[in-house]
């Protein structure tokens, strides 16, 4: 198979990449692009440490043939932080100590992002289910599912 | 066919470091030009927080701002010798070089200002927020910025200091058997409350409630985190995680995260952790090792809360649906 030109536009800038049969969105963003904060762990699909907005929903990136999304929009951590200024569920995971090692941080603020963004006011089932494809060795979770919860409500002390 | 609750405690003593041959850390701080501590060490930040609760140690000891305080770990190569992050130890060993190293720089950084603001220098105090100034003025002080570069362009001194923990070696007394292995130990207790289905022989841990004496919380937000993080270790050590589920037959063990288990954010218990403070003479302010005891008292406490439920004494881990219902069948079969 030969290779091929993609387009992706990623975090609002448009890029084009030489997509060499299989390789993956995730590698695409790391070793393409230099976008290293979507992590590779297990490349498999069962950790989320990887885990990027493709279209404006949540996607371990590892599991995405690159040259299947040509022309996708793609968001990752390093896209959510507009004007430099942390954004909601940044900052509630940072001011909760929702982060110990940081490996699975990029993956839970994106898998934040995509249900913050369909469903602004979850519940904590709501939460326990989007993030459940991601894995946190540190934490135990707790303070990860309050940053999100507490994400939803300091957005929506923005938006009132 | 029921779901059986029961409730389960157990409590644990830990040591804080190791007793081989000696177990030493060192630390190197020195200043820049402009008033920023660089603390050196080979010491490992793998997440459990080692170079923010250091950088407290340096900042309360010097006397400055946090913000004055960068944390250079990790480089064996070039750094000051740090037996390692292991053992429970970083807290406390590191910690303490930290602090000796930090005091010896205190007392240059005070020199230098006796010296550019004309007084004694035992009569001169910090005031946490960069000034080092004489006590009962508010004219006569200087800025750690001004003082720094002071340091190095006007007094060609180093604002520097040198610190090393040493735990001696502990030799067994033969006649007694006393020693001093570990400096000291902490404690902790904590309760669990499941349910066991009989029917399905699945557990679920419905709460757990710790309580953790450490001597001294430098960091209570982290410490509460390393106790409820380290209790979903312990929790997935009981319930869900093994390499060889029929050990010593090796059949059957997972091969990656698909098949490894691990519980997730929906099969978490709700916690209640109280973290308790009784300094230690050793610690840094006090403080003692709480790592890698928080994983240890939730697996017996899991363990007591099934027999109190169901009253199967299970005996080896995890405490698996497939070996409830076989200890059930036992007790019905008996």
């Known amino acids: 198979m030969p290779s091929r030109i993609v387009t992706l536009t990623v975090n609002d800038a448009d890029h084009e990449l030489i997509a060499t049969p299989g390789l993956t969105l995730l590698a695409a963003l790391r070793d393409a692009l230099g976008l290293t904060a979507a992590k590779r762990g297990c490349a498999q699909g069962t950790c989320g440490s990887c885990v990027v907005l493709l279209d404006e929903r949540a996607v371990p990136a590892c599991l995405v043939p690159v040259e299947t999304v040509d022309g996708a929009a793609v968001r990752t951590l390093e896209g959510v932080a507009a004007g430099g200024e942390l954004d909601e569920v940044q900052s509630a995971f940072l001011d909760g100590f929702a982060t110990q090692c940081g490996f699975c941080t990029s993956g839970m603020i994106m898998a934040a992002e995509a249900l913050l963004a369909d469903n602004p006011s979850p519940s904590r089932q709501d939460v326990v289910e989007a993030i459940s494809g991601n894995v946190c060795?540190?934490?135990?979770?707790?303070?990860?599912?309050?940053?999100?919860?507490?994400?939803?409500?300091?957005?929506?002390?923005?938006?009132? | 066919?029921?779901?059986?609750?029961?409730?389960?405690?157990?409590?644990?003593?830990?040591?804080?470091?190791?007793?081989?041959?000696?177990?030493?850390?060192?630390?190197?701080?020195?200043?820049?030009t402009t008033g920023t501590f660089v603390i050196s060490l080979s010491s490992v930040d793998l997440g459990q927080g080692l170079k923010t609760v250091v950088a407290q140690c340096a900042a309360e000891t010097l006397g400055l701002p946090i913000e004055n305080i960068?944390?250079?770990?990790?480089?064996?190569?070039?750094?000051?010798?740090?037996?390692?992050?292991?053992?429970?130890?970083?807290?406390?060993?590191?910690?303490?070089?930290?602090?000796?190293?930090?005091?010896?720089?205190?007392?240059?950084?005070l020199d230098v200002a006796a010296e550019?603001?004309?007084?004694?220098?035992?009569?001169?105090?910090?005031d946490g927020t960069g000034y080092v100034k004489l006590k009962g003025s508010e004219?006569?002080?200087?800025?750690?910025?001004?003082?720094?570069?002071?340091?190095?362009?006007?007094?060609?001194?180093?604002?520097?200091g040198r610190g090393v923990y040493m735990k001696d070696k502990s030799e067994v007394v033969p006649e007694t058997g006393e020693m001093d292995p570990d400096s000291c130990q902490a404690h902790?207790?904590?309760?669990?409350?499941?349910?066991?289905?009989?029917?399905?022989?699945?557990?679920?841990?419905?709460?757990?409630y710790s309580v953790y004496e450490v001597g001294r919380a430098l960091n209570p937000a982290m410490a509460t985190q390393q106790v409820?993080?380290?209790?979903?270790?312990?929790?997935?050590?009981?319930?869900?995680?093994?390499?060889?589920?029929?050990?010593?037959?090796?059949?059957?063990?997972?091969?990656?995260f698909t098949e490894y288990l691990m519980p997730g954010a929906g099969d978490i218990p709700v916690q209640h952790s109280v973290l308790l403070e009784r300094p230690a003479a050793t610690?840094?302010?006090?403080?003692?090792?709480?790592?890698?005891?928080?994983?240890?008292?939730?697996?017996?406490?899991?363990?007591?809360?099934?027999?109190?439920?169901?009253g199967v004494r299970l005996e080896h881990m995890p405490f698996t649906p497939e070996r409830v219902l076989r200890g059930i069948d036992e007790l019905h079969a008996g």
């Open chain 2, 70 to 109: 960068l944390v250079d770990t990790a480089d064996t190569d070039t750094g000051p010798h740090c037996m390692g992050t292991f053992a429970s130890r970083g807290t406390h060993r590191i910690g303490n070089a930290v602090i000796m190293a930090a005091t010896e720089a205190r007392a240059v950084l």
């Open chain 2, 283 to 310: 610690g840094p302010f006090g403080a003692k090792g709480i790592g890698e005891m928080t994983a240890n008292s939730p697996i017996p406490a899991i363990a007591n809360a099934i027999f109190d439920a169901c």
């Open chain 2, 1 to 32: 066919m029921a779901r059986l609750f029961g409730r389960g405690y157990a409590a644990v003593n830990y040591p804080t470091g190791m007793n081989l041959g000696g177990d030493p850390s060192q630390a190197l701080i020195h200043a820049t």
């Open chain 2, 228 to 256: 409820e993080g380290g209790a979903w270790m312990g929790i997935s050590h009981a319930l869900f995680e093994t390499t060889e589920p029929y050990y010593p037959v090796r059949d059957h063990g997972p091969r990656d």
């Open chain 2, 116 to 126: 550019e603001l004309e007084v004694d220098a035992a009569d001169l105090e910090t």
């Open chain 2, 139 to 160: 004219q006569r002080k200087i800025h750690i910025t001004d003082l720094a570069m002071a340091a190095h362009f006007t007094h060609g001194r180093t604002i520097s």
């Open chain 2, 188 to 208: 902790a207790c904590t309760v669990a409350e499941v349910e066991v289905d009989d029917e399905t022989g699945i557990v679920e841990v419905l709460a757990m």
């Open chain 1, 137 to 160: 060795r540190c934490t135990g979770y707790e303070p990860i599912v309050a940053a999100v919860l507490d994400a939803a409500r300091r957005r929506a002390g923005r938006t009132a």
